[in-house]
């Protein structure tokens, strides 16, 4: 599909025989580096009902949910948003929050957080998901990530024209040689592997961002800190890959720069340090 996208629009044609087009180049890159993220966006939330097999609460079937829909409606009012929507999947202790919109949004629970917290806890990791939605995590992750794909791309086809054209082609017509784009591959791994720390430095931040924000809605950090210690003690749920980094991850990475969460035990040292303060 971007495919024929840009073939429409013509921004694949940054190869002439005058050399490398820049502005065409840097159109083409930027087609190709924001549509991915910004469709991802705009589909997140039918994706992750459908990934999760969640069921969103119109109409709670007992306390439990009652109290779900009441607390979730609460602290969208603190925060100031549209109350979004309020799904439960079936799987072991996690949540998240998605959606391309502040307004109309969605915040899910697993079954097993809500049987393994006190209120308190849920609460405090709902008021987290809110904390997500009222600081445009999900949109701001998007356009970081198409902005980087657009360079990575750019970057990656100016250091190939420049191989191609200064070491190993004699091609007169500056048609691209095989050179071009074997440099231009290996570029696209080496600078993809860079915006990744990039990514995953502003996931870990929005981490301890939200946490601050949930300490703010419940009025105290103890909820969070005592949420966040129940995870470390337990087995948090895996979520499908489009969704891991919106939720919970209380495994330690293999390689912290590469994690989409800082260490549980520093996000409870933090709220420790906000609440003596």
Same mark, same amino acid.
């Given at each position: 599909?971007?495919?024929?996208?840009?073939?429409?629009?013509?921004?694949?044609?940054?190869?002439? %025989? %005058?050399?490398?087009?820049?502005?065409?180049?840097?159109?083409?890159?930027?087609?190709?580096?924001?549509?991915?993220?910004?469709?991802?966006?705009?589909?997140?939330?039918?994706?992750?009902?459908?990934? #999760?097999?969640?069921?969103?609460?119109?109409?709670?079937?007992?306390?439990?949910?009652?109290?779900?829909? =009441?607390?979730?409606? #609460?602290?969208?009012?603190?925060?100031?948003?549209?109350?979004?929507?309020?799904?439960?999947?079936? +799987?072991?202790?996690?949540?998240?929050?998605?959606?391309?919109?502040?307004?109309?949004?969605?915040?899910?629970?697993?079954?097993?957080?809500?049987?393994?917290?006190?209120?308190? =806890?849920? +609460?405090?990791?709902?008021? &987290? /998901?809110? *904390?997500?939605?009222?600081?445009? !995590?999900?949109?701001?992750?998007?356009?970081?990530?198409? #902005?980087?794909? #657009?360079?990575?791309?750019?970057?990656?086809?100016?250091?190939?024209?420049?191989? !191609?054209?200064?070491?190993?082609?004699? !091609? =007169?017509?500056?048609?691209? *040689?095989?050179?071009?784009?074997?440099?231009?591959?290996?570029? /696209?791994?080496?600078?993809?592997?860079?915006?990744?720390?990039?990514?995953?430095?502003?996931?870990? %931040?929005? /981490?301890?961002?939200?946490?601050?924000?949930?300490?703010?809605?419940? *009025?105290?950090?103890?909820?969070?800190?005592?949420?966040?210690?129940?995870?470390? !003690?337990?087995?948090?749920?895996?979520?499908?890959?489009?969704?891991?980094?919106? +939720?919970?991850?209380?495994?330690?990475?293999?390689?912290?720069?590469?994690?989409? &969460?800082?260490?549980?035990?520093?996000?409870?040292?933090?709220?420790?340090?906000? %609440?003596?303060?």
């Amino acid at each position: 599909m971007l495919s024929t996208v840009v073939r429409l629009l013509g921004v694949d044609r940054y190869l002439t %025989q %005058q050399g490398l087009n820049l502005p065409t180049l840097l159109l083409f890159s930027a087609v190709v580096g924001f549509s991915g993220s910004v469709i991802s966006l705009l589909l997140s939330k039918p994706l992750a009902k459908w990934s #999760t097999a969640a069921r969103v609460i119109t109409t709670p079937i007992n306390a439990s949910e009652r109290w779900l829909v =009441e607390t979730v409606g #609460t602290l969208s009012r603190r925060a100031g948003i549209g109350v979004p929507e309020v799904a439960v999947y079936e +799987g072991c202790p996690n949540a998240f929050a998605t959606g391309a919109f502040k307004n109309r949004s969605l915040v899910a629970v697993s079954s097993e957080l809500l049987e393994a917290m006190d209120h308190r =806890e849920v +609460g405090a990791v709902l008021g &987290h /998901e809110i *904390g997500h939605v009222v600081n445009g !995590d999900m949109v701001t992750l998007t356009l970081l990530q198409g #902005t980087l794909n #657009t360079f990575v791309m750019f970057l990656a086809r100016v250091v190939g024209f420049v191989v !191609d054209s200064t070491m190993l082609r004699t !091609d =007169e017509n500056h048609r691209a *040689g095989p050179s071009y784009y074997v440099t231009a591959f290996i570029c /696209e791994i080496v600078f993809g592997l860079l915006a990744t720390l990039i990514v995953m430095w502003f996931s870990r %931040q929005r /981490e301890f961002r939200a946490d601050r924000e949930s300490a703010r809605y419940l *009025g105290s950090p103890g909820p969070m800190i005592g949420a966040l210690a129940r995870l470390a !003690d337990g087995e948090t749920g895996v979520l499908p890959s489009s969704l891991r980094a919106m +939720g919970i991850s209380a495994k330690p990475a293999r390689m912290a720069l590469f994690a989409s &969460h800082p260490p549980i035990e520093r996000r409870i040292a933090a709220l420790k340090a906000l %609440q003596a303060a």
